[in-house]
């Protein structure tokens, strides 16, 4: 498995050739899609989990003389994906020719902190 895949990923927009675009504001959802490195994928909406699934990552050539491509493959899901990580962005393509394409951002981890109250000296 590919080590820029594994996080939390909050989605940003999917658009389909320029035609339209899906965001959290005009969809009113929060999504967040969560890959670890047991090959888990979990799906999120609005901090409530809606879906998951086992995955494994493929390299996948689209023809002679093309580049190398990571591919998700979702068990029990008809639909793969294409992915690819730049920074701290996921640019998800899916593969069923649709050509939807979804992009998300990497979380960061939030750190808790507690600081102890000290006491009043008497």
């Known amino acids: 498995m590919e080590e820029g895949l594994v996080g939390r990923w909050e ?13 959290p ?9 969560e890959f670890d490195r ?11 989990l809606v879906s998951a699934a086992a995955f494994t990552v493929r390299r996948d050539r689209a023809g002679l003389g093309q580049p190398l491509r990571h591919l998700i493959i979702y068990r029990g899901y008809q639909n793969n ?3 690819s990580v730049s920074g701290n962005r996921l640019h998800l393509q899916d593969a069923n020719g649709k050509l939807l394409q979804h992009n998300y951002t ?11 109250t000290p006491k009043t000296l008497q």
Not at 106 to 116: C, D, F, G, I, Q
Request: proline share 0%; no cysteine.
């Open 81 to 83: 994906q294409y992915y």
């Open 25 to 33: 504001g005009n969809t009113g959802h929060k999504v967040v899609v």
């Open 106 to 116: 990497r979380m960061v981890a939030e750190v808790s902190v507690n600081l102890a």
């Open 11 to 23: 989605w940003e927009q999917t658009s389909a050739r320029d035609q339209y675009k899906l965001t």
């Open 38 to 48: 047991r090959g888990r994928a979990r799906f999120y909406q609005d901090d409530k």
